[in-house]
Each structure stands twice: as structure tokens, then as C-alpha cells.
């Protein structure tokens, strides 16, 4: 299964990708965490890694390489495979030891980051991203979970397009529930299987009750949420560790659907 998760800047993305990569983890799941947000630089702390994985965008051979080594044909004018990601089918076995961290049954890869002023837009980051999905074929016992960037480029480039299902966080903000809505609209144009919401950094159990009856007007169906939790945001100050002890039921509850939303829709894995 590989899920996308997605929404407004600050909502909370890369807390809730946490939590669920414990919970999948914690169910027996190999997890496969994809950083694909290219101005978050603090994913790994919140998994417990000391350092980022060398992004893949370096395996590709860098920003300028990658639209070569991604052709209408994905094989070099010699009939040969170009690397590990040029083949036409990945597994998350092929990933080379510097391009992916382990800890714990969890594994996290980067796609790449913006590193320089004036060094062009993230285009070939957002290509990568895409044809890595596309090109990963799971085992029944994997799960890949994408922290995307913030609001919709990704859509642009096409990064759902490898996914089976797409989760929305959704924090209690107008522009979040205005997001969530353009999201969930981009998503079935797509024909990604799935979309969901997950409500994060909520104060109170009238506001989710608020919350989850806007986002049933576009026909959002929220799947968890998650109360507002000191432990979560100073984790994320100070670049802590986010064990599965916090929220750690709502986060099961969350993964619970997801597989329970997957089985029904099938597979593109």
C-alpha cells in the first residue's frame, strides 16, 4: 500500500507520517518512509535517524540528470537498464545502503532538498518522486508512506499518480478546510483510489465535530483525529524522537482504515 500524505503548511504532516509509520509498524509492517517535501530538513529526527539519507536525486546523478534518465523509454540507446532507477521495477530491497536509513522495521529515503539560492524549481525532484512510486513494487507485508510538501504543486507533477490513497491533514484553519476541498477534488480527477482526512492539532471535541461536517460537504470522509498534544509539539521543537506512545490509539485507528479502505479498493502495487 502506498499512501500519500498531504494538506496546508503547518497542519501537521510530518507528525502524522510518523505516528503512522509507527502503527504499521507496530501491526508487523515493513514501513518505507518517502521525504518528498524538498524544504523539510527535520523528517529523520522525528523517526529517530541522527542524519538524512543521501537523497536519491544524488543516485539520479543530480537535478540535471534526471530528466535523461527518466525517457519515454526507461532503457539507455545500448539495451541496457541506466542504474538501480532506471529499471522498470523497484523493490524496496534494490534501494542502495547510503540512499535509505533502517531503524526498527522502518526505513526512510529523501527524494532531495533545495540545497542553494538561484539553483531552479523542484520540478526534477517532483519527476523522481513520481516515477520512484510508480516504479516500487511492494510485498503484501510493505507499506510506503510519502510526507509530501505543503499545498498542491505535487498534484501538478503528477507524484498521486503512484499512490492508493491520498490523506489529507486537515488542522482547524478556513484555509485548511479550503485546501482539503480543492485536494480532494484533484485526487479523483486522478482516479487515485482513496482519499481520506484526518483531523490534527484539534482543542476540543466540538471543533472536530465542526471540522468533519465541513469536509462531508466535499464529500471528505474523516478517518481519525488527533487532539492537540503538548508531547507532539515539542517533539517537533526541539527535534525529538515521536514514539507511537503518543496518540498512538488514534494513529491505529487511522491505519486501521486505511487497510480496511485498501482491501476493498484493490491494489496498484
Same mark, same amino acid.
Given at each position: 500500500m502506498k499512501i500519500s500524505v498531504c494538506g496546508k503548511g503547518g497542519s501537521g504532516k510530518s !507528525?502524522?507520517?510518523?505516528? =503512522?509509520?509507527?502503527?504499521?509498524?507496530?501491526? @508487523? *509492517?515493513?514501513?518505507l518512509v518517502m521525504d518528498s517535501? #524538498?524544504?523539510?530538513?527535520? /523528517?529523520h529526527r522525528g523517526l529517530g535517524f541522527d %542524519?538524512?539519507?543521501?537523497? &536519491? /536525486?544524488?543516485?539520479? @546523478? @543530480?537535478?540535471q540528470q534526471v530528466k535523461n534518465l527518466f525517457p519515454r523509454s526507461s532503457r539507455d540507446p545500448s539495451?541496457?537498464?541506466? $542504474?538501480?532507477?532506471?529499471?522498470?521495477? =523497484?523493490?524496496?530491497a534494490d534501494i542502495p545502503g547510503d540512499y535509505i536509513l533502517s531503524r526498527d522495521g522502518v526505513h526512510l529515503v529523501s527524494?532531495?532538498?533545495?540545497?542553494?539560492?538561484? #539553483?531552479?524549481?523542484?520540478?526534477?525532484?517532483? &519527476?523522481? @518522486?513520481?516515477?520512484?512510486?510508480?516504479?516500487?513494487? &511492494?510485498? %503484501?507485508? #510493505?507499506?510506503v508512506i510519502v510526507d509530501t510538501e505543503a499545498g498542491l504543486e505535487h498534484f501538478g507533477r503528477g507524484?498521486? %499518480?503512484?499512490?492508493?490513497?491520498? =490523506?489529507?491533514?486537515?488542522?482547524?484553519? *478556513?484555509?485548511?478546510l479550503r485546501l482539503a476541498a480543492r485536494i480532494a477534488e484533484m485526487v479523483r480527477q486522478m482516479e487515485v483510489p482513496e482519499? *481520506? !482526512?484526518?483531523?490534527?492539532?484539534?482543542?476540543? !471535541?466540538?471543533?472536530? $465535530?465542526?471540522?468533519? $461536517?465541513?469536509?462531508?460537504?466535499?464529500?471528505?470522509?474523516?478517518?481519525g483525529t488527533i487532539l492537540y498534544e503538548p508531547a507532539i509539539? #515539542?517533539?517537533?521543537? *526541539?527535534?525529538?524522537?515521536?514514539?507511537?506512545?503518543?496518540?498512538?490509539?488514534? !494513529?491505529?485507528?487511522?491505519?486501521e482504515a486505511l487497510l480496511a479502505g485498501f482491501s476493498n479498493a484493490g491494489t496498484k502495487s
Amino acid at each position: 500500500m502506498k499512501i500519500s500524505v498531504c494538506g496546508k503548511g503547518g497542519s501537521g504532516k510530518s !507528525a502524522v507520517t510518523i505516528l =503512522l509509520a509507527n502503527a504499521f509498524r507496530k501491526k @508487523g *509492517y515493513r514501513v518505507l518512509v518517502m521525504d518528498s517535501d #524538498e524544504s523539510n530538513f527535520s /523528517l529523520h529526527r522525528g523517526l529517530g535517524f541522527d %542524519t538524512a539519507p543521501v537523497p &536519491l /536525486l544524488d543516485l539520479a @546523478g @543530480g537535478k540535471q540528470q534526471v530528466k535523461n534518465l527518466f525517457p519515454r523509454s526507461s532503457r539507455d540507446p545500448s539495451g541496457q537498464t541506466t $542504474g538501480v532507477l532506471g529499471r522498470e521495477k =523497484l523493490r524496496i530491497a534494490d534501494i542502495p545502503g547510503d540512499y535509505i536509513l533502517s531503524r526498527d522495521g522502518v526505513h526512510l529515503v529523501s527524494v532531495g532538498k533545495i540545497l542553494h539560492s538561484l #539553483e531552479g524549481c523542484a520540478c526534477p525532484m517532483g &519527476l523522481l @518522486g513520481r516515477e520512484f512510486l510508480n516504479k516500487l513494487e &511492494l510485498e %503484501t507485508d #510493505e507499506v510506503v508512506i510519502v510526507d509530501t510538501e505543503a499545498g498542491l504543486e505535487h498534484f501538478g507533477r503528477g507524484v498521486e %499518480t503512484g499512490v492508493d490513497a491520498v =490523506l489529507v491533514i486537515v488542522d482547524p484553519a *478556513y484555509e485548511s478546510l479550503r485546501l482539503a476541498a480543492r485536494i480532494a477534488e484533484m485526487v479523483r480527477q486522478m482516479e487515485v483510489p482513496e482519499v *481520506y !482526512a484526518v483531523l490534527n492539532k484539534v482543542p476540543s !471535541a466540538d471543533i472536530a $465535530g465542526e471540522l468533519s $461536517g465541513e469536509l462531508s460537504r466535499s464529500n471528505l470522509r474523516v478517518i481519525g483525529t488527533i487532539l492537540y498534544e503538548p508531547a507532539i509539539f #515539542e517533539a517537533g521543537l *526541539y527535534g525529538r524522537t515521536l514514539e507511537l506512545g503518543v496518540d498512538g490509539q488514534e !494513529a491505529d485507528q487511522i491505519v486501521e482504515a486505511l487497510l480496511a479502505g485498501f482491501s476493498n479498493a484493490g491494489t496498484k502495487s
